[in-house]
C-alpha cells in the first residue's frame, strides 16, 4: 500500500498570499502549463533580485530559517512569508533543503508554531507535510514532538488545517508502528470518522483520511477504536460513489483490514458493505481491464471475509433470501473465475451451519456446483475445484442433506474428479466421499466395490509428498469398511492391496486416524479374517498392536480398541500363535490396574482369551 503520503498540488495563490510577502523572489510550478514561473517580489528585508544559483538559494533558506527562529518576535507576515520561503526552497532542492533544516534545528520552533500561531498553524503543518516526505527528516520531527502537536489540529474546522495536519501526520508516522499506536491511544480515529462525516465530498480530505485509515487500521487497538464508531457507514459511502478503480481498491482495502474484527464484519454488514460490493461485481464483471479485474478480485475477497464471522455470515445469509445469496447461482453459472470462485466460496462459508445446508440444499444449490464442477474436470481452476468440494463437503454434514445429496447423484459426479493430479482438489475430493458415506452402508457398499475408486485410494495412501492427501485417502478407505461392513468391500480392498496402508494407519500420529483403523480393521476381521490375514501377517500387525498396548502415551481409546481388534485376529489360528508368542499376556496383566475402567475391561477379557477360558468374543467399540 502506498504511504498515507500523496502530493497536494500547491496553488500559486497559496504560496503568494499573506501579510507581509512583499519581497521575495522565487520559482512557483504554474499549473497551467506545467512549466516553471518566475515571480518576482520585493522583501523590506533585502532590495534588488536574489541569484537563482544554488548558492543564493541556500542563503535565502538560511535566512528564512535564521528568521523563523526569531518567531518571538516576528509578525505573523513575517512567518508566514519564511514558511513560505521554506516551502519554494523545498520545492527547489528536497534533499540540500533538508540538510539545511537539520542543521539549523528548526523544528521545535515549527512546533511552537502549531501550538502558538493559529493563524500561521495551517502554513507551518504544510511545510512539516513536505519535509516529511524525506524519510531521514522524520526523525527529527518526531524529537521535536511535531506529531503530537499535529493532533489536535484534526478537530479544526479549517479544511486546509485538516488537510495539512492529516498530511503531515501521516508522513511521519507512516510504517512507525509505535508512533501510530499512539496517534490512535491520543483519540486521532475519532478525529477521522468525523472528517469523514463532516465532509464527504473533499476529495482531497477523503483521499488524506483513507489512506490514514490504511495506515492505522491493521492495528488491534485502531480496529477497537473503529467498532465504537461507525466508520462502516461512511466507508460504504464513499465505496458507493468512488469512480476509479484507484479510490474503490483503497477503500476496499481498508475494509479488508477491518473485517479481521468481528464485532466490525457486523457493522459491516448492517452498514450494507456487501451490498455496495455485489453492485461493484455487477458493474465490472464483463470488463477485462486490468484496473477492473483488480477491482472484482478486491471485491469478491472482501465478501469472503465478511462471511467468515458466523454473525456476519448469518445476516447475509437471511434464510436464503440475502443479496449475497440471491447472487450465488449467477456467479456459479457465469464464465467469470474470480465469480465462480467467490460464489462457491459463499456457499461453502454459508454451509457453517446445519440449518443453512438444509435450506441450500432445498434451494438447489448442489446441482449448481456440480456443474460447476464438470467445467473445471480437465485443466479447470483448481481453487475453483477446491471451493466447490469445499462447499460439497460441508453441505453433506447434516444427516438430512446425505440422502437427498445421494440421490442428486454426487457421489457419482463428484469422482470425474479422480483423474486430477492437483493435491488440493485430491484433498477435498477425498474429504466429501468421506463425508458422504458417513452413515450411509449402501453407499459405502456401492463405492468400496468400484474398483477405479479403490485403486486411486490405494495409490494415494501412498502420497508421500503431500500428507494431507494421504491421510484422507486412508481415512476413506477405513470409512468405506466401516459403514458398509461387506464381504465384498473387504475382498475389493484386500485385491488393491490396501490392507497394508490401514495397518500403517494403526501407527499414525493422529489419534482419530489410529482409532479408525483400528475399527474399521476389527469389522475386516469378523467379517472376513481369512482373506485379509497375510496381509496383516505381512504387515506385522500383531507387532504394532503390542506395542500400541505397551506405549504408556498411547490413550485409552487407543487401546481400548487396539484389545478388541487382538481379540478379533484371535480367531486365526496363525495370527494367534504370534499373539502368545510375543508374550502379550504380561502386557495386558499390567492394563488390568490401568486407571480407565473401560481399558481394565477390555484387558481382562483379553486375558481369559488367551488363557482360553472363552472360546467366542466379538469386537463392541466404547
Known amino acids: 500500500m502506498e504511504a498515507w503520503q500523496e502530493v497536494v498540488e500547491w496553488k500559486t495563490q497559496n504560496v503568494q498570499m499573506q501579510a507581509g510577502l512583499e519581497n521575495c523572489e522565487g520559482r512557483l510550478l504554474d499549473k497551467e502549463s506545467g512549466q516553471w514561473k518566475h515571480l518576482t517580489m520585493r522583501t523590506s528585508q533585502r532590495k534588488g533580485l536574489a541569484s537563482e544559483g544554488e548558492s543564493s538559494g541556500t ?66 503543518a504544510q511545510v512539516i507535510a513536505e519535509i516529511a516526505k524525506n524519510e ?39 510504517e512507525n508502528s509505535d ?11 475519532t478525529s477521522l470518522v468525523r472528517i469523514l462525516t463532516d465532509y464527504p465530498d473533499s476529495e482531497r480530505l477523503v483521499h488524506v483520511n483513507l489512506l490514514a485509515l490504511c495506515n492505522l487500521a491493521n492495528l488491534e487497538i485502531a480496529k477497537e477504536a473503529l467498532s465504537k464508531t461507525k466508520v462502516a457507514e461512511h466507508l460504504v459511502k464513499q465505496l458507493r460513489r468512488a469512480e476509479n478503480h484507484q479510490r474503490i481498491e483503497t477503500i476496499i482495502e481498508v475494509l479488508q483490514m477491518l473485517a479481521e474484527n468481528d464485532a466490525l464484519k457486523v ?54 433470501c440475502g443479496i449475497i445469496y440471491q447472487k450465488v447461482g449467477t456467479w456459479l453459472a457465469s464464465n467469470h ?24 440444499v432445498q434451494l438447489g444449490v448442489v446441482l449448481q456446483l456440480l456443474d460447476l464442477l464438470e467445467q473445471h474436470v480437465d485443466n479447470g481452476d483448481v481453487s475453483v475445484q477446491h471451493a466447490a468440494l469445499s462447499a460439497l463437503r460441508n453441505l453433506a454434514i447434516p444427516v438430512a442433506n446425505k440422502v437427498q445429496m445421494l440421490e442428486e447423484g454426487v457421489a457419482e459426479r463428484i469422482q470425474m474428479l479422480l483423474r486430477s493430479e ?22 459405502a457398499e456401492m463405492l468400496g466395490q468400484d474398483p477405479l475408486l479403490i485403486n486411486r485410494l490405494v495409490q494415494w495412501c501412498d502420497a ?86 505397551q506405549d504408556e502415551c498411547t490413550g485409552p481409546e487407543v487401546k481400548y480398541n487396539s484389545m478388541g481388534l487382538l481379540c478379533s485376529l484371535l480367531n486365526s489360528g496363525d495370527l494367534k500363535q504370534e499373539v502368545e508368542e510375543d508374550n502379550f499376556k504380561e502386557t495386558l496383566e499390567k492394563l488390568c490396574s490401568h486407571s480407565n475402567a473401560n481399558v481394565v475391561k477390555q484387558a ?11 472360546q467366542n468374543t466379538s469386537f463392541v467399540s466404547p
Open 267 to 320: 457493522q459491516m454488514v448492517e452498514a450494507g458493505v456487501h451490498e455496495a460490493l455485489s453492485e461493484i461485481l455487477l458493474r465490472l464483471q464483463g470488463s477485462s481491464q486490468a484496473e477492473d479485474l483488480c477491482s472484482v478480485k478486491a471485491a469478491s475477497n472482501l465478501i469472503v471475509s465478511l462471511l467468515l464471522g458466523d454473525e456476519s455470515m448469518q445476516k447475509m445469509f437471511a434464510n436464503g
Open 59 to 124: 542563503e535565502s533558506l538560511n535566512q528564512h530559517l535564521e528568521c523563523l527562529k526569531l518567531f518571538g518576535d516576528e509578525t505573523e507576515g513575517q512567518i508566514l512569508e519564511n514558511l513560505n520561503g521554506i516551502l519554494l526552497a523545498l520545492a527547489e532542492n528536497k534533499q540540500r533543503s533538508s540538510g539545511l533544516l537539520t542543521d539549523t534545528g528548526i523544528f521545535p520552533t515549527l512546533a511552537q508554531i502549531l501550538k502558538g500561531n493559529p493563524s500561521c498553524a495551517v502554513k507551518a
Open 464 to 549: 508421500q509428498e503431500h500428507a494431507g492427501v494421504r491421510g484422507e485417502a486412508n481415512r476413506l478407505l477405513a470409512s468405506l469398511l466401516r459403514h458398509s461392513r461387506s464381504q465384498e468391500v473387504v475382498k475389493a480392498i484386500q485385491q488393491a492391496q490396501g490392507v497394508k496402508h490401514l495397518v500403517s494407519m494403526t501407527t499414525s500420529e493422529h489419534v482419530i486416524m489410529q482409532n479408525e483403523a483400528l475399527i474399521a480393521l476389527a469389522i475386516a476381521s469378523a467379517i472376513n479374517l481369512e482373506v485379509i490375514k497375510d496381509s496383516l501377517k505381512e504387515s506385522r500387525l500383531v507387532q504394532s498392536l503390542h506395542k500400541l498396548l
Open 604 to 614: 481382562v477379557m483379553t486375558l481369559q482369551i488367551l488363557r482360553d477360558e472363552s
Open 422 to 443: 492437483m493435491a488440493p482438489v485430491q484433498f477435498k475430493l477425498l474429504g466429501t466421499l468421506r463425508m458422504l458415506i458417513d452413515g450411509q452402508a449402501d453407499t
Open 136 to 174: 531521514e527528516m522524520k526523525k527529527p520531527c518526531i524529537d521535536a514532538g511535531l506529531v503530537l502537536a499535529l493532533v489536535p489540529l484534526l478537530e479544526s474546522t479549517d479544511q486546509e488545517m485538516l488537510l495539512h495536519a492529516g498530511r503531515a501526520i501521516g508522513h511521519i508516522c507512516y
Open 179 to 189: 508512533l501510530q499506536e499512539q496517534l490512535v491511544k491520543a483519540g486521532v480515529i
Open 337 to 360: 473465475p474470480q465469480l465462480q470462485l467467490t460464489g462457491a466460496l459463499a456457499v461453502a462459508n454459508f454451509a457453517r451451519n446445519d440449518g443453512n445446508c438444509v435450506r441450500m
